[in-house]
């Protein structure tokens, strides 16, 4: 099944997003993105894209993006959540948990509540996440075990998306084989191309679900064989 993603950029550049087209009508299901591009924020769309989703009948997932804190969010959410607060590795796993529940507010609030939320793991010019060293990418991955136990105790499946050289950079080698994978190929000519992410092992070791491609004007995404929205 073909389909594709959507996010800020397909609003109107007046709240900053780039005016990019929603998808063709014909489209067979849609991933949402919650996130203006970091956690903690929203996509100023986000209500008239779950209106398209509604009024068109597609099946839909979410994403939403993985961040690491700043010192203020960090001191504005380390401190709440399942983990120890007197420890950094419990206040980071805190944030993430906190990334998850800012994003699922912004569903709550349009009685939304798609099957799956997927997990934008990648580097980012704005909030760069911390590389370098191996403590460095443990402390990523706490951030991130936070945010995928959020959406888990909030009853919503999750998996990640990335890629292998961005998943490498932020957390180094770590393997969750049993988390599914939404794995993009790039930007690719044709859409066969793409089917070359499904059956490879994956940048974390998780079934790779879905793969997507892009160009200059949209996201595309495939199912791989066995997964059906």
Same mark, same amino acid.
């Given at each position: ?15 900053? $997003? ?45 994403? #939403? ?34 990334? #998850?529940?800012?994003?699922? #507010? ?65 957390? $180094?080698?770590?393997? @969750? ?10 930007? @690719? ?15 974390? $070791? ?24």
């Amino acid at each position: 099944m073909f389909g594709h993603d959507v996010s800020w950029p397909q609003c109107p550049s007046a709240v900053g $997003g780039y005016g990019l087209p929603m998808p063709p009508d014909s489209t067979g299901f849609v991933i949402l993105g919650l996130t203006h591009g970091l956690a903690f924020t929203e996509n100023p769309c986000l209500a008239d894209q779950v209106g398209w989703v509604r009024d068109h009948g597609t099946p839909s997932h979410a994403y #939403a993006m993985g961040t690491f804190p700043t010192e203020s969010q960090l001191a504005a959410h380390g401190d709440h959540g399942p983990w120890e607060t007197s420890t950094r590795s419990g206040q980071l796993r805190n944030v993430g948990y906190a990334e #998850a529940e800012f994003a699922l #507010a912004s569903m709550d609030r349009l009685g939304w509540r798609p099957p799956m939320v997927w997990i934008d793991v990648e580097p980012r010019r704005a909030q760069p996440w911390p590389t370098g060293s191996a403590t460095r990418e443990e402390e990523n991955r706490f951030v991130l075990e936070g945010l995928m136990r959020g959406l888990q105790d909030h009853g919503f499946a999750h998996g990640l998306y990335s890629y292998a050289a961005g998943w490498h950079e932020i957390t $180094g080698d770590w393997r @969750l084989p049993t988390v599914p994978v939404w794995a993009t190929a790039g930007r @690719l000519d044709h859409p066969d191309e793409a089917l070359d992410r499904c059956s490879p092992p994956s940048f974390s $070791g998780g079934p790779v679900y879905i793969a997507q491609w892009y160009d200059d004007t949209r996201d595309y995404d495939r199912t791989c064989s066995g997964f059906y929205f």
